[in-house]
């Protein structure tokens, strides 16, 4: 299941497709070793001491990860990766980076 991404007015925008059952979402950014934030649905992102087993989309709709509040150089700049929690283990689905060619924000593997 891919996160749908888009730039509308320079800032990003990512939605996680609606579910059956809730899903859970980590952060990162490369400028910021050793942080991680996790998803919280009605909270927005939290640090992942802050979940107590409640971390995760809401099933049944799209879930907006993030609503513009980061631009879209921003997320280039601090190489912003999404990943999920697939059976178990994180496996990575989106990637923000500031290669040669500009910024590139897209699914991973793209």
Do not use: K
């Amino acid at each position: 299941m891919s996160l749908q991404i888009a730039i509308v007015a320079g800032l990003l925008h990512i939605t996680a497709p609606a579910t059956p059952a809730p899903e859970q979402y980590l952060a990162t950014a490369y400028a910021l070793p050793g942080q991680e934030l996790r998803w919280r649905g009605w909270d927005n992102w939290v640090n992942p001491a802050y979940c107590f087993d409640r971390c995760g989309t809401i099933p049944g709709q799209p879930n907006v990860l993030l609503d513009g509040g980061l631009s879209y150089q921003d997320a280039a700049d601090v190489q912003l990766t999404v990943w999920r929690l697939d059976a178990g283990r994180w496996v990575q689905v989106m990637h923000c980076a500031n290669f040669f060619t500009g910024p590139h924000c897209g699914p991973w593997g793209q």
